[in-house]
């Protein structure tokens, strides 16, 4: 799935196979997730609508040539707060999405688009749409200025779905549901079948009807836009088998390349990423930070946990200089937060890291799993997740003054058989007793020597700690882990985490 795809877009009266047609005459929340139970009760039935012309031959530059026209597919009100735009299929988003919204038609038909003249003729919109849908729904807020309706939601692409907060720009993903993620089969992904939006009465409240071959589910939340936009979550998942390799509230970014080496990556930008660190708050109280990497293999990291209390992909940079890209704006990049409501119980927080040239795919996944394997029959999860501004402001607050503003490495240069590590910690806050500061700093593998803790007069708040790491010949990997901690044993940032494994040449 190619992660440009949803950026751009502009319910259908689409006949539903009978396991997932809705209630007549039901509470429409409840309904939606009974037709997901229902459906999990029955073999798969993949929709294989095919895409009429002009969709069906549609480019990555002529989708987006197919635009919503203002009453009739876009700009549509619901309610005072929100506009919808109900999104054209083609191009990558090919099965049909059945939306509905309240007060509105959304049956569909070619005639709720406009076309542009240079990619499609001059009757591309009186065309038959046989049995189409459409693709998705974006959701417009008046999120930045009082007389502009911007972007806040877009619901498009399998179960993916991307938000904004004020003054941010798109960049990673959600998803409702992941199945197989990293794992040694191709990855499944279930899809949005149906988007009902139920009401706009303290937030938006809409739910999504999700289909896959091994499970089917409803994912219900209420949107509320802001400086801080929350999603309130349930998942509502039906297993048809058991499962074992599934993937709760995931997260989907970008990580090409910055200061943590080994760098590999010819570019006229210092970095380029939607997110530079995964961090989690774990069930014993700890604040993990695990920088990101583009590895030279793809790798799979799981943080063993028991009750979660959160986890998120974070965009720590907020200054321009940092990425020098204008159009990429990758300072404008918002974080994504997950907190879970009530005890998710044992399981690990899971991070997927593929190999990338380029900044085009999405090669970051982080995700939830269950210890226990999911049986068939009802399991639900609620979560909340805050989609923020890029840096570190927007965390849920914690006891230690520091975070770890920068991570770099780089080949130590005497040897070249050892790499330094150089690790940044900044206090925007009163700067705390460091005498008798203490690195801790361990390997799995390999050795750890010449450490140091100093402060940076540069940098008025910031104390930097180094060390080298010297793997063992032959050795492939190693786990690193560094606490910083006060003469008493006091936490003093989060614990800072990172997998060392060898460049593509075979170097350290």
């Given at each position: 799935m190619?992660r440009?795809?949803?950026?751009?877009?502009?319910?259908?009266?689409?006949?539903?196979?009978?396991?997932?047609?809705?209630?007549?005459?039901?509470?429409?929340?409840?309904?939606?997730?009974?037709t997901?139970?229902r459906?999990?009760?029955?073999?798969y039935r993949?929709?294989r609508?095919?895409?009429?012309?002009?969709?069906?031959?549609?480019?990555?530059?002529?989708?987006?040539g197919?635009r919503?026209?203002?009453?009739?597919?876009?700009?549509?009100?619901?309610?005072?707060?929100?506009?919808?735009?109900?999104?054209?299929p083609?191009?990558l988003?090919r099965?049909?999405?059945?939306?509905?919204?309240?007060?509105?038609?959304?049956r569909?038909?070619?005639?709720?688009?406009?076309?542009?003249?240079?990619?499609?003729?001059?009757?591309?919109?009186?065309?038959d749409?046989g049995?189409?849908?459409?693709?998705?729904?974006?959701?417009?807020?008046?999120?930045?200025?009082?007389?502009?309706?911007?972007?806040v939601?877009?619901?498009?692409?399998?179960?993916?779905f991307?938000?904004?907060?004020?003054?941010?720009?798109?960049?990673l993903?959600?998803?409702?549901?992941?199945?197989?993620t990293?794992?040694?089969?191709?990855?499944?992904?279930p899809?949005?079948?149906?988007?009902?939006?139920?009401?706009?009465?303290?937030?938006?409240?809409?739910?999504?009807?999700?289909?896959?071959?091994?499970?089917?589910?409803?994912?219900?939340?209420?949107?509320?836009?802001?400086?801080?936009?929350?999603?309130?979550?349930?998942?509502h998942?039906?297993?048809?088998?058991?499962?074992?390799?599934?993937?709760?509230?995931?997260?989907t970014?970008?990580?090409?390349h910055?200061?943590?080496?080994p760098?590999?990556?010819?570019?006229?930008?210092?970095?380029?990423?939607?997110?530079?660190v995964l961090?989690v708050d774990?069930?014993?109280?700890?604040?993990?930070?695990r920088?990101?990497?583009?590895?030279?293999?793809?790798?799979?990291?799981a943080f063993?946990?028991?009750?979660?209390?959160?986890?998120?992909?974070?965009?720590?940079?907020?200054?321009?200089?940092?990425?020098r890209?204008?159009e990429g704006?990758?300072?404008?990049?918002?974080?994504?937060?997950v907190?879970?409501?009530?005890?998710?119980?044992?399981?690990?927080?899971?991070?997927?890291?593929?190999?990338?040239?380029?900044?085009?795919?999405?090669n970051?996944?982080?995700?939830?799993?269950?210890?226990?394997?999911?049986?068939p029959?009802?399991?639900r999860?609620?979560?909340?997740?805050?989609?923020?501004?890029?840096?570190?402001?927007?965390?849920?607050?914690?006891?230690?003054?520091?975070?770890?503003?920068?991570?770099?490495?780089?080949?130590?240069?005497?040897?070249?058989n050892?790499?330094?590590?150089?690790?940044?910690?900044?206090?925007?806050?009163?700067?705390?007793?460091?005498?008798?500061?203490?690195?801790?700093i361990?390997?799995s593998?390999?050795?750890v020597?010449?450490?140091?803790?100093?402060?940076?007069?540069?940098?008025p708040?910031?104390?930097?700690?180094s060390?080298?790491?010297?793997?063992?010949?032959?050795?492939?990997?190693?786990?690193?882990?560094l606490?910083?901690?006060?003469?008493?044993?006091?936490?003093?940032?989060?614990?800072?985490?990172h997998?060392?494994?060898?460049?593509?040449?075979?170097?350290v």
């Open positions: 190619k440009r795809g949803f950026l751009w877009g502009g319910a259908a009266c689409l006949a539903l196979p009978p396991h997932l047609a809705l209630g007549q005459g039901q509470d429409p929340e409840r309904s939606l997730i009974q997901a139970r459906a999990a009760t029955r073999p993949p929709d609508t095919p895409l009429s012309a002009p969709f069906d031959g549609a480019s990555y530059d002529s989708y987006r197919i919503t026209r203002p009453g009739l597919s876009g700009d549509l009100a619901l309610g005072p707060e929100f506009r919808a735009d109900m999104l054209p083609g191009w988003f099965e049909p999405v059945t939306i509905d919204l309240p007060g509105h038609d959304t569909f038909s070619p005639s709720l688009y406009d076309f542009d003249n240079r990619y499609f003729g001059a009757d591309a919109a009186g065309q749409a049995s189409m849908g459409f693709s998705g729904l974006r959701l417009r807020h008046r999120l930045n200025a009082p007389d502009t309706w911007d972007d939601l877009v619901l498009q692409g399998a179960s993916y991307r938000a904004l907060a004020k003054d941010t720009v798109y960049g993903s959600a998803r409702a549901l992941s199945l197989g990293g794992g040694p089969t191709p990855e499944e992904f899809r949005f079948t149906r988007i009902v939006v139920f009401g706009t009465q303290d937030g938006l409240r809409f739910g999504c009807l999700v289909d896959s071959p091994r499970a089917s589910a409803a994912l219900i939340a209420t949107l509320h836009p802001g400086p801080r936009t929350v999603l309130d979550c349930a998942l998942l039906f297993p048809r088998v058991p499962l074992e390799d599934v993937g709760i509230a995931p997260l970014s970008m990580f090409q910055n200061d943590i080496g760098a590999r990556i010819d570019d006229f930008r210092p970095a380029v990423h939607d997110s530079d961090v774990n069930g014993a109280g700890e604040r993990l930070w920088p990101l990497a583009n590895p030279a293999n793809v790798q799979m990291s063993a946990d028991r009750g979660p209390r959160g986890f998120g992909l974070v965009q720590t940079p907020t200054d321009f200089a940092r990425f890209d204008q704006a990758y300072h404008r990049r918002p974080s994504a937060w907190a879970p409501k009530g005890d998710w119980g044992a399981g690990a927080v899971m991070l997927l890291e593929i190999p990338t040239e380029n900044e085009f795919a999405d970051i996944v982080a995700f939830w799993r269950p210890r226990d394997r999911l049986e029959g009802a399991h999860f609620d979560y909340r997740l805050d989609v923020t501004a890029p840096g570190p402001d927007p965390l849920p607050p914690r006891p230690e003054p520091f975070w770890p503003a920068r991570s770099a490495s780089g080949v130590e240069p005497n040897t070249g050892a790499r330094l590590f150089v690790i940044d910690f900044h206090t925007s806050g009163p700067l705390p007793d460091m005498i008798g500061a203490d690195l801790d361990g390997a593998q390999g050795t020597s010449g450490q140091a803790l100093y402060p940076l007069e540069a940098r708040g910031t104390w930097r700690a060390f080298l790491f010297t793997p063992k010949a032959g050795q492939e990997v190693a786990e690193l882990r606490r910083l901690r006060g003469q008493d044993g006091t936490p003093l940032a989060p614990v800072w985490l997998r060392w494994t060898r460049t593509a040449q075979g170097g």
